[in-house]
């Protein structure tokens, strides 16, 4: 019978380790995508196979390029006009275009849905242009800053 046990429980145990092996490479791949537009600063519009999507670049929040309710409060936060967030926003626009336009490999996405708070239908992760993280490359190439969920 304690045999028979641990079999069992050794048999379980590499099931486990097999299955969390194969979810965490899934969790973990780059998928190819087609940028047909840049929204702003840490939003664009991709292909992804034949699917349209929205892509929302995790963990970082960049200036928006439009006066709403989200540019006071950015203007607020940066103690500028709002006009002036504006000006920043459209900045990291032209910033996030000029990299994904001259990135002479492939652009890939890698979803984080743990970091999707803003209850929009779009996808939430980390964009590569060739071997470059383009989110980490925004934080330090334009005003955008750091964000998390508990920053709303």
Known sequence: MKKVFYLFALTSL???????NVYAETKSKKIPVVVTKVSDG??????????????????????????????????????VKPEEVKVLGKEAQKTLKKLLDFTEGKI?????????????K????????????????????????????ADK
């Open 14 to 20: 590499f099931a486990s380790a097999a299955f969390t």
């Open 42 to 79: 840490d939003t664009v519009k991709a292909v992804m196979g034949e699917e349209k999507v929205t892509i929302r670049l995790a963990n970082i929040d960049c200036p928006e390029i439009r006066t709403n309710d989200k540019s006071l409060k950015q203007a607020n936060k940066m103690q």
């Open 108 to 120: 890939y996405f890698e979803e984080t849905p743990e970091y999707a708070c803003d209850g929009e």
């Open 122 to 149: 779009r996808l939430v992760g980390i964009l590569y242009a060739d071997k470059t993280n383009v989110n980490e490359y925004m934080l330090q190439n334009s005003k955008c800053r750091p964000f998390t969920c």
